[in-house]
């Protein structure tokens, strides 16, 4: 069963920094791009962006929202993903989701249960 | 940037009705449109990949068609389950995601 767990939210003041870490089960992680999305409270869905599996060259994407500020890498070794956010807005406040695949071309199948980010001095 | 646009933006319904969402592209995507489907508090689900294919252990009541830039995400003989916010998703270039149809069973 394909299981994505996000972790790593909380409360954060604008200006700093946070981390968000996707772990993955039941696939193969190597073999597959993963992506960030999130959701403003009350809000729809706003892709963030994306990272291709080693085999494409592991290279990023990002929404201009976020490009310059955010940074996805990843390790195959210990199958997770991770969302670096540096120079946090208050409009960043969102639930954060990692989802499988949702590269171009391809669909986001499965989706974590989401870590809420709140900034906010 | 690739704008999605859905319509409705709100529908409520009754059980066993027949509904129809639409997603319109601003530029063709040939078939790179996927929909998801988000119940309240939980994260959202993949329905239909590729403007028609369903995803595994997708409901059959739920269908979708279209290419270029016209799409619908049909429900058929709605239950009450089906009462949700749905997305649609274009992967054709950096992706975008429609800003949602809120489905209300009356």
């Known amino acids: 069963e394909v299981q994505l767990v996000e972790s790593g939210g909380g409360l954060v003041q604008p200006g700093r920094s946070l981390r968000l870490s996707c772990t993955a089960s039941?696939?193969?992680?190597?073999?597959?791009?993963m992506s960030w999305v999130r959701q403003a409270p009350g809000k729809g869905l706003e892709w963030v962006g994306f990272i291709r599996s080693k085999a494409y060259g592991g290279t990023t994407e990002y929404a201009a929202s976020v490009k310059g500020r955010f940074t996805i890498s990843r390790d195959d070794s210990k199958s997770i993903a991770y969302l670096q956010m540096n120079s946090l807005k208050t409009e960043d406040t969102a639930v954060y989701y990692c989802?499988?695949?949702?590269?171009?071309?391809?669909?986001?199948?499965?989706w974590g249960q989401g870590t809420l980010v709140t900034v906010s001095s | 940037e690739i704008v999605l646009t859905q319509s409705p933006d709100f529908q409520s319904v009754t059980p066993k009705e027949k509904v129809t969402i639409t997603c319109r592209a601003s530029?063709?995507?040939?078939?790179?449109l996927h929909w998801y489907q988000q119940k309240p508090d939980q994260s959202p689900k993949l329905l239909i990949k590729y403007a028609s294919q369903s995803f595994s252990g997708v409901p059959s009541r739920f269908s979708g068609s279209g290419s270029g830039t016209d799409f619908t995400l049909t429900i058929n003989s709605l239950e009450a389950e089906d009462a949700a916010t749905y997305y649609c998703?274009?992967?054709?270039?950096?992706?975008?995601f429609g800003q949602g149809t809120k489905l209300e069973i009356k």
């Open positions: 998703h274009q992967s054709s270039s950096l992706p975008s």
């Open positions: 989802t499988r695949g949702g590269i171009v071309g391809a669909t986001n199948d499965y």
């Open positions: 039941g696939f193969t992680f190597g073999d597959y791009a």
């Open positions: 530029q063709s995507i040939g078939s790179s």
